[in-house]
């Protein structure tokens, strides 16, 4: 039987890969555990290891205004990343650390039994929709598989260090707020 407390003893005590050697904490997932909608970013960052939750940090606050755009709060939605330990000075989380990594992303799609999945940015997309994925030409599209709906946007670190983003990622938003509203009326 899958429990919640299995996956966080088996995260918190995890030496899968070589990110355990330089966490603080390590960042399971945070929100509600009966979401129709999950949230993966790529990893966490410094505010994040040292707090022990996902996007804390200004991207977690730019995440929050997002969802309020689509008049969603944090609590409503289930958010993690695809690599559960801070890759050192925020680098991308290397193939072999993901790939150590992502039982851990799948027990947590067992658990909660999301609708929708949305990547927040390139890694994520390439991690869980497909390896050759294109952020600027295949964000914003859904793709369906094994009773799931996975869409990409950017990250919000993405659209912090670009604005010009935004206008785009506004677009993706409210396509999810479309699918989730529909997914919340079955
Ligand atoms: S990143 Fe994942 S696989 Fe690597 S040590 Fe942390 S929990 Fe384990």
Redesign the pocket.
């Known amino acids: 039987m899958k429990t919640w407390e299995i996956l966080e003893g088996a995260?918190l005590s995890?030496?899968?890969?070589?990110?355990?050697e330089t966490?603080t904490n390590?960042v399971v997932g945070t929100g509600n555990k009966n979401s129709k909608i999950m949230f993966v970013g790529e990893?966490p960052g410094e505010q994040e290891d040292l707090q022990g939750q996902p996007f804390v940090g200004p991207a977690g606050k730019l995440l929050d205004k997002m969802l309020g755009a689509i008049d969603m709060k944090r609590e409503d939605v289930y958010i993690t990343n695809i690599?559960?330990?801070r890759p050192p000075y925020n680098r991308d989380?290397k193939e072999e650390?993901q790939s150590?990594?992502m039982n851990?992303l799948r027990y947590q799609l067992k658990l909660i039994e999301p609708k929708i999945i949305v990547c927040l940015g390139r890694i994520a997309a390439k991690a869980i929709i497909s390896p050759d994925f294109k952020i600027t030409s295949q964000h914003g599209i859904w793709y369906e598989k094994k009773g799931y709906y996975f869409i990409a946007t950017y990250h919000p670190s993405a659209l912090l260090r670009d604005p010009s983003k935004k206008y785009h990622a506004w677009e993706d938003l409210k396509k999810i707020r479309d699918k989730y509203l529909e997914m919340n009326n079955l």
């Open positions: 995260c995890c030496k899968k890969c070589p990110l355990w966490r390590v990893g690599v559960k330990c989380p650390e150590a990594c851990y």
